[in-house]
């Protein structure tokens, strides 16, 4: 039996851009940008199905199961101009279902996955806009892809706001939701997210755990096949630092 064509090739082309990824970091969600800089690390856990080719052509289907590491930098300006760098990287473990002799192997070879996308623009008090490139990696593809990204609010973030991303990271073989759209909420103790793609849907719920420190939970699924066992799906959780914040809360006299 042949293994999952593109694996080696996958992974050798993605070595040189994982660097990169994890050092620029992911852009994370939509929405209004904070006054400062913030930094914001996830670790995300999916399992998605691929068709492969197998002796007889495409005949069967890997079971992928997938962790993923993400960061994002973005700092906004006394005017409101923004500056993003982010990216991600996820290496999926595949095996055959039902097959002993293919289960998982931690060891390789992988199903690379992954983006590290820059971008610009401004925030305001009702809308914000931020676009730019991104490199984008994907297990079906032999080569990396330079791709548009970017994402859209408008609305009042203290009640609600509608969002759209394109090409929203972290990237993963999970969930590939090339475009969202959806609606917010944003206070100083919570954010909450809901978006879809018409193909999958996407949930996020954000509380402060301390002055200028957030925690974010994520849950994604949505692409779902008739000889699937299961949809698939993806989880994920991440913390955000405010430098500004922290400082502030630092500086400022116990009760």
């Known amino acids: 039996m042949a293994a999952h064509p593109k694996l080696s090739g996958a992974a050798a082309r993605l070595g040189r851009g994982v660097a990169l990824a994890t050092a620029v970091g992911a852009l994370v969600g939509a929405g209004p ?16 199905t691929t068709p492969s080719a197998g002796c007889g052509g495409l005949d069967r289907r890997y079971r992928v199961l997938e962790p993923a590491v993400d960061a994002q930098v973005r700092h906004r300006f006394d005017g409101g101009w923004t500056a993003a760098a982010g990216g991600s ?5 595949p095996s055959i279902p039902g097959n002993p002799d293919l289960e998982p192997d931690l060891g390789g070879p992988y199903l690379w996955s992954g983006a590290a996308a820059v971008q610009g623009g401004r925030h305001g008090q009702w809308a914000g806009v931020q ?3 991104a490199l984008v990696v994907r297990p079906s593809s032999e080569t990396p892809q330079l791709l548009p990204s970017g994402e859209l ?33 944003r206070s100083d103790r919570v954010h909450l997210e809901a978006g879809t793609s018409g193909a999958g849907w996407l949930g996020r719920a954000g509380v402060r755990a301390g002055d200028g420190v957030w925690l974010h939970a ?7 096949t008739e000889d699937q066992e299961l949809a698939d799906v993806r989880g994920r959780v991440a913390f955000t630092v405010l430098p ?4 502030a809360g630092a500086a400022a006299p116990a009760d």
Do not use: M, N, S
């Open 89 to 93: 990287v996820a290496p999926g473990v």
């Open 218 to 224: 994520e849950l994604a699924g949505g692409r779902w």
């Open 131 to 133: 676009a730019g490139p």
């Open 33 to 48: 940008a904070p006054e400062g800089t913030e930094v914001t690390v996830g670790a995300a856990y999916g399992r998605y």
């Open 244 to 247: 500004r914040a922290l400082r």
């Open 153 to 185: 609010w408008v609305g009042r973030p203290d009640r609600v706001y509608g969002w759209a991303a394109l090409l929203p990271l972290p990237h993963t073989g999970a969930l590939e939701l090339a475009a969202l759209g959806g609606i917010g909420h």
